[in-house]
């Protein structure tokens, strides 16, 4: 069991659903989380962990939604408040992990990382945003190995196997990547069982069966996403993933550019993903890297 570090059941509830809006990864979610979580500190000012989530949000907000000086300083401000009121808390340290990296302060990051999982060897978001850290630098072996860590602690999150994927094939592990893809496949054909409409689910599965050659079904997929979050900028990007593993470079580029003028502003993750390798030589690829800050 989960140490909640409250002793009002309200707060730990509002904090519950601030994850749950967080981790569905869109503009109107995160608002949402950090209104729950705003609730849950105003039952108990000292709730540690929903401060984390606060920083969580906006260095998810601040990669994925809306790339602001802003938003990267909340999530700094959050996490440090985060650790401070409690200095054992693995999430915390998780928390001021993720923030710290996306601000470019990767061996400071590291450092919180490893203190989280010394602190909480279960605790998925160590391991999870450690992993994409150590991606964004081009460290795809240590990647690898965190990736699978985060898969052991949660099998039945689709998003680890889908970015261990990412790693092998940049590692030229091509059967790797392969068995990867397929894992994440049957996650989330088991997880759109229960959630048809997931559209993170949808996305990140359409890259998956670009790559494994489906065309037919990944069209299908991103289409569905690409209607239920046509201005979202982590959809965008995601369908654009999808058009460039099928070698439909203007589309993925019109996508990728809508993408990062409604706020996407993960420079490092778009400067080493995989998918989008048969870009990179498009000089309308490099001139949209020299958008982003």
Avoid at 35 to 42: H, L, R, T, V
Avoid at 168 to 186: C, H, Q, V
Avoid at 203 to 229: C, K, P, Q, T, V
Wanted: with cysteine; hydrophobic share 40%; proline share 3%.
């Amino acid at each position: 069991l989960q140490y909640v570090a409250t002793s009002n059941p309200e707060a730990y509830d509002y904090y519950l659903k601030g994850r749950k809006f967080m981790y569905a990864m869109s503009s109107r979610n995160f608002e949402h989380a950090i209104g729950m979580y705003d609730k849950a500190i105003e039952l108990d000012t000292n709730y540690a962990i929903a401060y984390a989530g606060i920083a969580d949000t906006y260095s998810q907000m601040f990669r994925f939604a809306d790339a602001t000086p802003e938003n990267a300083a909340k999530a700094l401000e959050a996490s440090q408040h985060a650790v401070e009121l409690d200095p054992d808390s693995a999430e915390a340290h998780a928390s001021r992990g993720l923030a710290l990296f996306i601000n470019d302060e990767y061996q400071r990051a590291e450092k919180h990382f490893e203190t989280a999982i010394l602190l909480n060897p279960k605790l998925f978001e160590s391991y999870f945003f450690y992993a994409l850290s150590c991606s964004s630098q081009g460290n795809y072996e240590k990647a690898a190995r965190l990736f699978i860590q985060a898969t052991d602690v949660n099998p039945a999150d689709y998003q680890s196997p889908s970015f261990l994927a990412l790693s092998y094939t940049a590692l030229g592990r091509t059967d790797d990547a392969l068995s990867a893809r397929k894992r994440t496949i049957e996650l989330i054909e088991r997880h759109l069982d229960m959630n048809p409409d997931d559209t993170r689910a949808l996305y990140i599965g359409a890259a998956n069966l670009s790559s494994m050659g489906d065309s037919e079904r990944a069209m299908e997929w991103a289409g569905r996403a690409f209607e239920a979050g046509r201005n979202e900028p982590m959809v965008l990007y995601n369908v654009a993933c999808t058009y460039a593993l099928l070698g439909e470079s203007d589309r993925a580029m019109e996508l990728l550019e809508k993408a990062i003028s409604l706020g996407w502003g993960d420079r490092a993750w778009l400067e080493t993903d995989s998918d989008l390798d048969s870009l990179r030589t498009i000089p309308r690829f490099q001139a949209l890297l020299d958008q982003i800050v």
